[in-house]
């Protein structure tokens, strides 16, 4: 079992900027891949941005130049929010994929306002 805890969103301009942190409850180093997934109201969830363990990286073309996914230490992977725009504004979650089974957060909001 991999216990997932987001943090970072928050109410944001447009233009502005946001990191978001996802602590995992084993290294990172233990999961396949890590990634960042949003839901906005009314709408499916859809991948904002994966991180493999090779470092792989894959962006939705809506946030390609915008956000940048990393793994920053054993536990911890950000996703950094850049040029924010009002579509951006949905529960965004963390995701950890352990062999087959994934695993997510709990979500973090981002709004932003126009």
């Known amino acids: 079992q991999v216990q997932l805890v987001e943090s970072g969103g928050g109410l944001v301009q447009a233009g502005g900027s946001l990191r978001l942190s996802c602590v995992a409850s084993i290294s990172i180093f233990s999961i396949n891949a890590m990634g960042w997934y949003r839901q906005a109201p009314g709408k499916q969830r859809e991948l904002v941005a994966v991180?493999?363990?090779?470092?792989?990286t894959t962006y939705a073309d809506s946030v390609k130049g915008r956000f940048t996914i990393s793994r920053d230490n054993r536990y911890t992977v950000t996703l950094q929010m850049n040029s924010l725009k009002p579509e951006d504004t949905a529960v965004y979650y963390c995701?950890?994929?352990?062999?087959?089974?994934?695993?997510w957060g709990r979500g973090t909001l981002v709004t932003v306002s126009s």
């Open positions: 995701s950890a994929k352990v062999n087959v089974v994934d695993y």
């Open positions: 991180v493999t363990s090779g470092l792989g």
